[in-house]
Nanobody
Framework: QVQLVESGGGSVQSGGSLKLSCVASGIVFRGAAVGWYRQAPGSERKFVATITHGGDPNYAESVKGRFTASRDNAKNTFYLEMSSLKPEDTAVYYC???????????????WGQGTQVTVSS
C-alpha cells in the first residue's frame, strides 16, 4: 500500500544541476520525516538530507550549500535540489520516509526505488 516513487535523475556535467522528486502514497505525509540517501557502487548507503514534518532540513556536510531539501504537503511530495554537482555525487539516490499509515500507527521506514544520478567531469 505504501509507495515512494522517485524521478528526476539523469546525467549532467560537473557544475550542473538536477532536481529529484519523491511522491509518497499510503502514509500520513504531514507527520512524516522524509529524506534522501545515496549509494555509489561498492559503497554503503549514506545519508544526504532529511526534512522534518515541520519543514526543518538537515544535510550531510558534503552537500551543505549545494543541495536543498523541501516538501509540499499538499502534493505528498518532497524534493532534493542539487546544484554545483561534482563527480563524487554520482550515485543511486533513494528517497525515504519515516511515517505511519492510516491502518498502522507504528512509525516505519519506507524507501523509494532509487534513481541514478551521474555527474561527469
Amino acid at each position: 500500500q505504501v509507495q515512494l516513487v522517485e524521478s528526476g535523475g539523469g546525467s549532467v556535467q560537473s557544475g550542473g544541476s538536477l532536481k529529484l522528486s519523491c511522491v509518497a502514497s499510503g502514509i500520513v505525509f504531514r507527520g512524516a520525516a522524509v529524506g534522501w540517501y545515496r549509494q555509489a557502487p561498492g559503497s554503503e548507503r549514506k545519508f544526504v538530507a532529511t526534512i522534518t514534518h515541520g519543514g526543518d532540513p538537515n544535510y550531510a556536510e558534503s552537500v551543505k550549500g549545494r543541495f536543498t531539501a523541501s516538501r509540499d504537503n499538499a502534493k505528498n511530495t518532497f524534493y532534493l535540489e542539487m546544484s554545483s554537482l561534482k563527480p563524487e555525487d554520482t550515485a543511486v539516490y533513494y528517497c525515504n520516509a519515516a511515517a505511519w499509515t492510516t491502518s498502522d500507527s507504528k512509525v516505519r521506514f519506507y524507501w523509494g526505488q532509487g534513481t541514478q544520478v551521474t555527474v561527469s567531469s
